[in-house]
């Protein structure tokens, strides 16, 4: 049995239907250590060596299907003529996994490239310059990609008609000079900073799609997010703009088991009021030295299991209406 957050985790004597690797905010930059907003430690350089620590351990396990890196490849603080370099060391590092990884945008990603350039840095499976999609490693699962980003006023050129209706949302939600700060905001309203973002229109309107049809195939489905999705896992400061509409439409379904974020550096867990699980990762920007943030996911017909490595919490998850068989 395995200590966790939120109660006792148990082996599973089953054999999973396939495992991922997980890890989150590796924000790299070739910089000193420093500290955030809030004064907690980062550990730039260090990032780096709980990533390698992470393929090495997936690699060994042999099993590991895919790995998911949930944003913030770099930092903001990378010096910007530095930025390529990193994005590129970093994503090196993920090749030598022996299995796809599939990468989402953080805002610290957007800090230092443009969106289309990173779409391809990435290898974002995307037939345009978009950065959502879905994938489904077998056909009881299916994964979705959120962009949460879309909506925001990072990443697109400064006269992107995104640009000016973002900031114009911003300006409407947040009345601070800094519109970084969440000063005087309360409660969830605390999200509307400009480090977050949205899911925009057409991406919700993609995603309901995708839903209805993995309802149809009776899937499993995963959301994947940099921003989280529930305030019982995360703070408010960092939460996407409007995870309510998006949870609006997931709730429209019940095919959703689980959503999976990064972000909010400390990681958190709940099941919402509807039984979907929502996971906040630990960031492995802010392990000590010789410390480490990652994970593996087995997947099962009823539950998910994640397995930690030191600073990760192992969570279970267990989905409350079972797979049901294939049409
Ligand atoms: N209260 C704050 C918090 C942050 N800032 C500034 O915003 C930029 C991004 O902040 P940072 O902490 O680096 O963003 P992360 O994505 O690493 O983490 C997100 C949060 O932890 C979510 O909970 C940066 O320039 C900060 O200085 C701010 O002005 N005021």
Not at 148 to 155: K, N, Q, R
Not at 260 to 274: E, I, K, L, N
Request: hydrophobic share 35%.
């Amino acid at each position: 049995m395995m200590a966790t957050t939120s109660g006792p985790v148990h082996a599973s004597t089953a054999k999973p239907m396939f495992t991922f690797g997980v890890i989150a905010d590796v924000q790299y930059a070739d910089i000193l250590d420093g500290r955030s907003f809030l004064g907690v430690p980062r550990y730039y350089r260090h990032s780096i060596s709980v990533l390698q620590r992470a393929v090495s351990a997936w690699n060994k396990q042999g099993n590991i299907k895919f790995s998911i890196n949930f944003g913030d490849i770099v930092d903001g603080f990378c010096p910007k003529d530095k930025s390529l370099w990193a994005v590129q060391k970093v994503v090196d590092e993920f090749d030598k996994f022996d299995g796809p990884t599939y990468h989402m945008f953080g805002n610290h990603c957007l800090y230092n490239l443009p969106r289309s350039k990173l779409v391809a840095l990435l290898k974002m499976p995307t037939d345009s310059d978009r950065a959502y999609y879905e994938f489904s490693p077998c056909p009881e699962y299916r994964f979705v990609v959120l962009d949460a980003y879309d909506f925001s006023t990072l990443g697109w050129p400064r006269d992107h008609p995104v640009t000016a209706a973002a900031t114009k949302f911003l300006e409407e939600k947040n009345p601070n000079t800094d519109k970084n700060s969440p000063e005087g905001l309360v409660g969830v309203d605390r999200r509307f900073v400009m480090f977050n973002g949205a899911v925009g229109k057409e991406q919700l309107s993609w995603l309901s799609d995708v839903l209805q049809d993995a309802s149809e195939r009776r899937q499993n489905v995963i959301l994947c997010s940099h921003l989280p999705m529930d305030p019982g896992a995360a703070s408010p400061v960092g939460l996407m703009w409007n995870y309510d509409e998006v949870m609006a439409i997931v709730r429209r379904y019940n095919c959703v088991k689980a959503c999976f974020a990064g972000h909010d550096h400390r990681g958190g867990h709940t099941v919402d009021s509807h039984g979907v699980h929502h996971r906040t990762l630990e960031a492995a920007l802010e392990c000590p030295p010789g410390t480490s943030a990652f994970g593996h996911i087995e997947a099962y017909p009823d539950k998910l299991l994640l397995v930690g490595s030191d600073g990760m919490d192992d969570t279970e998850m267990c989905f409350q209406s079972p797979a049901r068989p294939l049409l």
